[in-house]
């Protein structure tokens, strides 16, 4: 009840250019470049990722790097509980004055990189799926991401900002140049699609790149089925290791594999594709059938 009457009573207030120059000033706050600090001053754009992150008051989230507090605002006033994991120490003594009337925000002084995420959401969620939102510092935005795909995490959704550029990466097939590794990564563990698009000026300071919203719907069952799902990925990562090689020539100057000549030619041949096929024209239910003709040469 309690906690119902503090939801009621706080409303979020952030959002704006005129309320975090205030913020800023009161703290004397610096930006730090090497922490990816661009922070969201677009109250359209809070309310796209809010609209597409689609909380609840039964639901965790966790957000990664809340900055001054703004989209934590938001979040807080929607979810049951948000745990904010802040690296910046200069944003701890900001944050509990702007999260002061949402007693349902958490902060956590950690490098996000250096947390064990799985047992943060056994404590937090209660073996519910939480769900992530977060204005990614960019330097982390790849290990994060894997982080919380490969880990096998509890995770309903995970909506984000990232640099435009990775956002379209994650989304595209073959016949792509943006298709890689990521793409088939993002694409066995979730369902990518891009919420919005946001030019430079919504943040403070305005970063050199466009950004977008991208949300990752995690699946319960991978799309395609395995045997070896390392074996998988370490034939997709030899594959775009050396783009501008055949699959064939890629696979046997990787080092993680130690396949022969012969035995990528057999592979190649049962699952019926040219000598010559290079990686970046599979699709990742090829990269499977690929990977299990590996795995019987190895049984
Ligand atoms: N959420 C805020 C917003 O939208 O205005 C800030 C977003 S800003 C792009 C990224 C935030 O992540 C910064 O507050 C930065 O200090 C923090 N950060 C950077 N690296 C981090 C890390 N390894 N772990 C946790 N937070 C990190």
Redesign the pocket.
Known sequence: MKKILNKEMAMPYLGDPKRTIEVLKKYEFVF?KR???????DSHVLAKILKAADIGENDFVL??????????QHLAAAAGKVTA????PA?IPVLEDTLQDFPNAEVVH????KMDLKKLAEEKSQGRPMKVV???????TTPILMELLEKKIPIDSITV?VQKEVAKRMCVGPGSKDYGALSLAVQYYAEPSIIASVPPNC?MPRPKVGSSVIQLKIYEKPPVAVQDVHLMFQLIRASFNQRRKTLANGLLNYEGLSFQKEEIQQALEECGFAPNVRGESLRLEEFARLADAFARQLE
């Open positions: 730090q922490f990816g600090q661009n922070f969201l001053i957000e990664i790097g809340p900055g001054i507090g703004t989209l934590t994991v802040e690296i910046d944003l950690s490098d996000i990189l977060a204005n990614l510092p960019y330097y982390i900002m943040f």
